[in-house]
């Protein structure tokens, strides 16, 4: 079997990043995960991560559980360069799971998109609230 490199970019605490890593292994995958609130953003990456998805950095800010009201990134008038400075600053601004395989990058929210991600898929897979995902 040829290669399919996976990488999820994950926060462990979060039941929808837990699902869709759930969802690779499950298809049979051992993909690179990263836990970006430990590791953290280069300008490199997200400018990266953020082409690949052709989403500007709003579209990718998480504002539940995290400093972005705090911050002042709610006001539609904040540069898409003040976001990218506070995500390198405070990763958990960084909306999750991304994932990245050689057919694309997304966001997977919900935790099943990760599935047009994938070259196979489980046939059915059950989440942690009960919900069965039959791809």
Do not use: Q
């Not at 990043?17 to 292994?25: Q, V």
Request: glycine letters at 6%.
């Amino acid at each position: 079997m040829t290669a399919f490199p996976i990488t999820i970019y994950h926060n462990p605490d979060c039941g929808t990043s837990r699902n869709a890593l759930a969802m690779i292994e499950a298809a049979g995958y051992a993909p690179e995960v990263v836990e970006y609130r430990k590791t953290g953003w280069t300008r490199a990456k997200l400018d990266e991560l953020l082409a690949a998805m052709a989403v500007k950095p709003r579209e990718v800010l998480r504002e539940k559980g995290t400093p972005a009201a705090e911050l002042g990134l709610l006001d539609p008038s904040v540069s898409d360069e003040a976001i990218i400075e506070a995500m390198m600053a405070h990763p958990i601004l960084v909306n999750r799971p991304i994932v990245a395989t050689s057919k694309g990058v997304k966001l997977c929210r919900p935790s099943e998109a990760v599935l047009s991600l994938l070259d196979r898929v489980p046939v059915e897979f059950t989440k942690e609230d009960g919900e069965v995902v039959r791809p």
